[in-house]
């Protein structure tokens, strides 16, 4: 069974929000069978090397680069830009970020949680893609290449997620 799973978007998730604009959302939980902050979290998630092929394919397509330095900056919430996002709300558990394009969202959270009788963490990581509007104001849809692509992204999505909780299992052990 794989560590990650799918779920439902915790209710005070900064994520909720676009569930009223017609925004396809998602949720995917991992737990860690240790205390985990947040920041910690958020730096390891944004340094995995799976990440950092999505950076390197941002610098070069979107001309938006991106170092392991500047997501610790973003970790530590000392900055409120990253690559291809800005930070769009922060909670001391979680962090939303909107893409350049404003069309979606990458959300990130921590809750205590007990994993095998001990203290833990759920590591929470969640999408949103924000429907197109079209001439007259009205949505438009999400369109023909995010329907394509759907599959792919929630692959991604668990892949990341599970990278990061590697990430943080192996600095356990280090």
Known sequence: MSPVRRCPLPPQALLQNLAHAGAYLDCYAADIDRPVAHAEFVAAFYTTWLFRLERLILKWLCVKPSTDAQAALLADSLTDSFAAWTVEARATDQLLLCDFTGRTRSWLMTAAAQVDGVPGTQLLF?????????????????????????????????????AARARLQRRRIA
């Open 126 to 162: 969640g999408s949103a893609v924000v429907p197109r509007h079209g001439a007259g104001g009205d949505r438009a849809g999400l369109g023909f290449a995010f329907g394509t692509l759907l599959g792919f992204h929630k692959l991604y999505s668990r892949a990341l997620l599970g």
